[in-house]
């Protein structure tokens, strides 16, 4: 079997991406829709490690490297709600970057971990994502287009990623998206809760 090789990608996020859009829908037809309700845990002492939790799922990504204005994001850690508290104490909490509370129970479901772990603790922040995305493929990059809600704020995020750099800024130049910004969730949920500065005009 051949290896996986991680994929580079390019995010962005405005209210309205108009001709960007157009572009994309009229270089492929939208080939898959998807819909999730996640929650992003936000670390004020990390900006590396991309931590959601997803249908009972925590899945952690860290940012290996970056190529020519690209992201690549590795997996990190795959876990399953309950989980045992040694697994939190010793996978989860160095990805946060912050102090490790004390743990009084030796299991946590996910509940549990919310209420009386995350939220308690003053440099961690959950955060609701709800996503409706729509999947296209450009220049043989995946593609999509998703509409967002950050904690109740709507936003749209475009993307696009494959493991082949050059392909994905082929097709950045396709959908007009060259002069956009490459911000990741982590960095775009921080800016929309107020733990990162906006950028400058």
């Not at 925590?58 to 190529?67: G, R, S, Y």
């Not at 909490?93 to 299991?107: L, Q, T």
């Not at 999509?144 to 082929?170: C, F, M, P, R, W």
């Not at 959908?175 to 982590?186: A, D, M, T």
Request: aromatic residues 8%.
């Amino acid at each position: 079997m051949s290896e996986t090789l991680p994929r580079f990608e390019f995010r962005t996020f405005a209210q309205n991406f108009g001709r960007v859009e157009t572009n994309l829908r009229r270089l492929s037809a939208c080939e898959q829709i998807r819909e999730s309700s996640e929650i992003y845990i936000i670390s004020a002492g990390n900006d590396q490690n991309n931590t959601k939790i997803r249908d009972g799922k925590m899945d952690i990504k860290v940012l290996v490297k970056q190529d020519r204005g690209l992201e690549q994001w590795n997996p990190r850690m795959k876990g399953q709600f309950p989980m045992k508290a040694e697994v939190l104490e010793k996978e989860v909490f160095p990805a946060f970057g912050v102090d490790v509370p004390k743990f009084a129970r030796n299991e946590y479901t996910l509940e549990q971990y919310l209420d009386e772990i995350i939220y308690p603790h003053p440099k961690l922040t959950p955060v609701r994502v709800d996503k409706l995305r729509f999947g296209f493929t450009v220049n043989g990059c995946i593609a999509e287009i998703a509409h967002l809600l950050i904690n109740g704020a709507a936003i749209q995020t475009v993307a696009v990623e494959q493991e082949d750099v050059s392909a994905v800024l082929k097709a950045l130049e396709q959908l007009g998206l060259n002069e956009y910004e490459n911000v990741n969730y982590l960095r775009a949920i921080k800016r929309i809760i107020g733990l990162a500065p906006l950028p400058k005009e």
